[in-house]
């Protein structure tokens, strides 16, 4: 039971970060997600390139501070016998209970407040959470050894530390995901050129115009299609629909056209 609870939890944690990097891709160009039909699945394979740098990143620099931790900190903390050394410890575990108490504020301005950290990267917030959270939360463990513990239970702190690291954690993630998935739109959108060229005919004029669009009427009385456009390019086809893009498609201006495909319209497409 216990496996099959920390299965369902990655496999939620990896559709949300799959999510978040899907969404900022396509919402760079107007598309909400929904419209693309993606399956579990989908999303959680697209959660790995928004994942595992940074996990793997995350990982390492644990592994580092345990180390120091252990073969530097602790041994300092504990070997501090002198009142002149223990005076020393106890003024450093205080001022990272300062620094961290006065970036927990900050951070809280920064939520309530929004305009006064607009300036700031998205990552800033959740990096300001989880190192906050885990110097407050280191900071006790120091004092702890210092100090004999005393009986009786530690209380809620520990566990509200612990929740709002991982908090941090999670949402330090997700905006690597964003941008990570506004990079991979961007690059998309400054590839355009390089991607298959849309040649698209159609038995009705269609509402499709933009940079480096052309449409053509077809003058052939027998022909089953009446209108050329040409100036097109693939983006991505989905459900029974095309995605298509002017050549020359600027973002915030120009629309993402959704054409049903049907008899009243046939493609060619040429790889470029």
Known sequence: MAV??????LS?????????????TWGYFGIDVGLLGYSTADFALRSINAT????IGIGVVALLAVAFHRGVLLPA??????????RIVETAIRAAHALGTAALA?????LLVPPAV????????????LLSAGLLAYADRLRAAQRPASPGKPGLRPLILAVLALIGLLWCVAAYARRTGEAAAAGVAAGLPSRPAVTLYSAERLAIAGPGVVVAPLAQPDAKYKFRYSGLVLLQPVQGRYLLLAAHWRKGVDPVYVVPAGDDVRMDIVGR
């Open 118 to 129: 607009s300036w700031a990267p998205a990552v800033t917030l959740p990096l300001v959470l």
């Open 77 to 86: 903390v504990l070997g501090a016998r002198t009142v002149r050394g223990r």
């Open 4 to 9: 099959l609870s920390q299965t369902v939890l």
């Open 106 to 110: 900050a951070l809280a301005i920064g």
């Open 12 to 24: 939620s944690v990896l559709f949300y970060f799959g999510w978040v990097r899907t969404q900022a």
């Open 52 to 55: 595992f740098l940074p996990l």
